[in-house]
């Protein structure tokens, strides 16, 4: 059959609005919307039969849907007053019925049950293009800012805001500061015990009162105007040591953000000065989702400083022969026993890429370690009763423990951690 005869056979099967008959026929010509197709058949049927040309009001198909794609626009425009968003996308939640007159319309015509376009996808197209006008965004199939779902049983249009987030690097200027909130492990968080004010944290229901996320993230939500910010780091240091030199990577997540578009220099000066410097912040952007993965999963090496304190007195030859034994050796590491509670009793590999240091008297040093991620340093230096191997203990041959930690850099092992791909400046 020609597309003349099946327009005829559509028209045929009751009233059809132009979008529901044009949509037949999706696939023909570039550059028209279905409307106009359906149209012009309509137009070319009446001349070609010499019949009078007639709208139709009605439409069985979509039951009027396709004269709405303004309205829902508009309605998609007004729930998200206030937002500040430059991307979208939309998608429609159309009722069994609706999809089964669409495939029923062309099951009578005779055509393949994939012939021209869904209802669903003329909807998203059709309205999505007026939002567009409405707000100036642009549509974006990966993870736009808002998604939209238009809800044709409900008449709802539901909003998803999409996070923001934002990309630096931190130093923790000062010790027992942990890096995200540490709830108390006595009350679980609640602050309470028995009804009364948890001993453990004084009623606060954190083992610590600050942390790095609680000196930085509060400023970004505010500035973003968001109802809640998370925080991602690029690994974790111990409480006890200092984050120090470089930093380490870090993304904020801003959930639901009614801003996005912030100066990152600002907001990187009102942190500062709300951390009081207990903590600082360097090279804020703003940063893709991605990039929390990125910060997550990259594999990164890591640089310590740190002061040791032996067991018994110790010859500067023979600390510079162990940490030459040190130098790129491999070392094979049990879980430390500190941290057993809350990880797999496991072996690992991890390299050490550079040892050195010296002694700042026969019973202390001061040593810098750049090792691979995931190395202990701290059982590298006391061995953990023989759960590290080699060590700086074993090879000295007597105890050796770290009395003072610092990380001094965090790159990533093969490519650094921000790059254009990932940031949003």
Same mark, same amino acid.
């Given at each position: 059959?020609?597309?003349? &005869? =099946?327009?005829?056979? %559509?028209?045929?099967? *009751?009233?059809?609005?132009?979008?529901? $008959?044009? !949509?037949?026929?999706?696939? +023909?010509?570039?550059?028209?919307?279905?409307?106009?197709?359906?149209?012009?058949?309509?137009?070319?049927?009446?001349?070609?039969?010499?019949?009078?040309?007639?709208?139709?009001?009605?439409?069985?198909?979509?039951?009027?849907?396709?004269?709405?794609?303004?309205?829902?626009?508009?309605?998609?425009?007004?729930?998200?007053?206030?937002?500040?968003?430059?991307?979208?996308?939309?998608?429609?939640?159309?009722?069994?019925?609706?999809?089964?007159?669409?495939?029923?319309?062309? &099951? =009578?015509?005779?055509? %393949?049950?994939?012939? *021209?376009?869904?209802?669903?996808?003329? $909807?998203? !197209?059709?309205?999505?293009? +007026?939002?567009?006008?409405?707000?100036?965004?642009?549509?974006?199939?990966?993870?736009?800012?808002?998604?939209?779902?238009?809800?044709?049983?409900?008449?709802?249009?539901?909003?998803?805001?999409?996070?923001?987030?934002?990309?630096?690097?931190?130093?923790?200027?000062?010790?027992?500061?942990?890096?995200?909130?540490?709830?108390?492990?006595?009350?679980?968080?609640?602050?309470?015990?028995?009804?009364?004010?948890?001993?453990?944290?004084?009623?606060?229901?954190?083992?610590?009162?600050?942390?790095?996320?609680?000196?930085?993230?509060?400023?970004?939500?505010?500035?973003?105007?968001?109802?809640?910010?998370?925080?991602?780091?690029?690994?974790?240091?111990?409480?006890?040591?200092?984050?120090?030199?470089?930093?380490?990577?870090?993304?904020?997540?801003?959930?639901?953000?009614?801003?996005?578009?912030?100066?990152?220099?600002?907001?990187?000066?009102?942190?500062?000065?709300?951390?009081?410097?207990?903590?600082?912040?360097?090279?804020?952007?703003?940063?893709?989702?991605?990039?929390?993965?990125?910060?997550?999963?990259?594999?990164?090496?890591?640089?310590?400083?740190?002061?040791?304190?032996?067991?018994?007195?110790?010859?500067?030859?023979?600390?510079?022969?162990?940490?030459?034994?040190?130098?790129?050796?491999?070392?094979?590491?049990?879980?430390?026993?500190?941290?057993?509670?809350?990880?797999?009793?496991?072996?690992?590999?991890?390299?050490?890429?550079?040892?050195?240091?010296?002694?700042?008297?026969?019973?202390?040093?001061?040593?810098?370690?750049?090792?691979?991620?995931?190395?202990?340093?701290?059982?590298?230096?006391?061995?953990?009763?023989?759960?590290?191997?080699?060590?700086?203990?074993?090879?000295?041959?007597?105890?050796?423990?770290?009395?003072?930690?610092?990380?001094?850099?965090?790159?990533?092992?093969?490519?650094?951690?921000?790059?254009?791909?990932?940031?949003?400046?």
């Amino acid at each position: 059959m020609s597309i003349l &005869e =099946d327009a005829r056979a %559509a028209l045929a099967t *009751g009233p059809l609005c132009d979008s529901c $008959l044009g !949509r037949l026929f999706a696939d +023909r010509s570039f550059g028209l919307a279905n409307a106009e197709r359906g149209h012009a058949l309509r137009v070319t049927l009446a001349l070609e039969d010499d019949d009078p040309f007639e709208e139709s009001e009605d439409c069985w198909v979509c039951e009027s849907e396709c004269d709405r794609f303004d309205w829902w626009a508009e309605q998609a425009a007004t729930a998200v007053r206030g937002y500040d968003f430059d991307t979208y996308q939309v998608g429609t939640k159309v009722p069994p019925l609706l999809e089964e007159n669409d495939e029923l319309l062309r &099951e =009578d015509v005779g055509l %393949a049950p994939d012939a *021209g376009e869904a209802l669903k996808t003329e $909807l998203n !197209r059709e309205v999505g293009k +007026r939002i567009g006008d409405l707000t100036g965004a642009e549509v974006e199939f990966g993870r736009p800012a808002i998604q939209f779902t238009l809800d044709l049983a409900t008449d709802e249009v539901e909003t998803h805001v999409n996070s923001a987030f934002v990309y630096g690097r931190y130093r923790k200027l000062e010790r027992d500061i942990p890096q995200t909130k540490w709830p108390c492990n006595d009350c679980n968080g609640t602050g309470l015990w028995q009804g009364e004010p948890c001993e453990g944290c004084g009623g606060s229901g954190y083992r610590y009162d600050e942390s790095v996320e609680q000196l930085s993230a509060p400023v970004v939500r505010e500035a973003m105007d968001g109802e809640e910010a998370v925080f991602h780091g690029a690994g974790r240091e111990d409480v006890d040591a200092r984050m120090l030199d470089s930093g380490r990577p870090f993304v904020i997540e801003v959930m639901e953000p009614r801003k996005r578009d912030v100066d990152t220099d600002t907001v990187e000066a009102d942190i500062n000065a709300f951390a009081d410097g207990k903590v600082e912040v360097t090279d804020l952007h703003l940063a893709t989702h991605e990039m929390v993965e990125r910060v997550k999963e990259l594999d990164a090496s890591k640089t310590y400083r740190m002061d040791v304190e032996f067991g018994d007195p110790v010859d500067a030859d023979a600390l510079q022969d162990a940490l030459a034994e040190l130098d790129e050796a491999t070392i094979e590491q049990e879980t430390p026993q500190r941290v057993t509670h809350r990880r797999a009793d496991i072996t690992r590999t991890r390299t050490v890429y550079d040892a050195d240091g010296e002694l700042t008297d026969d019973r202390h040093a001061e040593l810098r370690i750049h090792g691979e991620g995931g190395l202990y340093v701290k059982e590298l230096v006391s061995s953990d009763e023989g759960r590290t191997e080699p060590s700086l203990a074993g090879l000295l041959e007597t105890d050796a423990v770290v009395t003072a930690l610092d990380v001094i850099d965090v790159q990533g092992e093969d490519e650094p951690f921000a790059k254009d791909e990932f940031l949003k400046e």
